[in-house]
């Protein structure tokens, strides 16, 4: 499992960081997993949050940018993309992550990726966080987003 060797994020202090949940809304069983475990995430360090849902991940990048240039001080991208038998998914997926990735850089705040590329709808329930899960990536997503803006405050002093 993927999982294997994450770094453990407990008692990470974000009572200082507005932090925006932009999230899509396919596949609400999964997508709604996800968001529960970015809000836990973030509701346990303090920081403020934000929610901006959006119809699905192409359009994450955009209202995440939206969100930074707005004076977030980081943001966590969820989304779900299944597979099917189209090349549909190949495009959806390479344009959220190449956008997400040029956001943060544009940006220069972090971005938590938390969109799920998927083979099937039992990949996003194992890495949802919903009881039974075997991850919580939308927690995840979170963690990395608060650890990231913490450590460019250390380094922009």
Known sequence: MSA????????VDGSDLTVAIVHGTWHPRIADGLLE?????LEASGARVVEYPVPGSFELPVVAQAALTAGADAVVALGVIIRGGTPHFEYVSSAATQGLTEVALRTGKPVGFGVLTLDDEQQGLDRAGLPGSKEDKGAEAAAAALQTALALRVIRG
């Open 4 to 11: 294997e060797g994450k770094p453990e994020a407990t008692g």
């Open 37 to 41: 475990g970015a809000r836990r995430t």
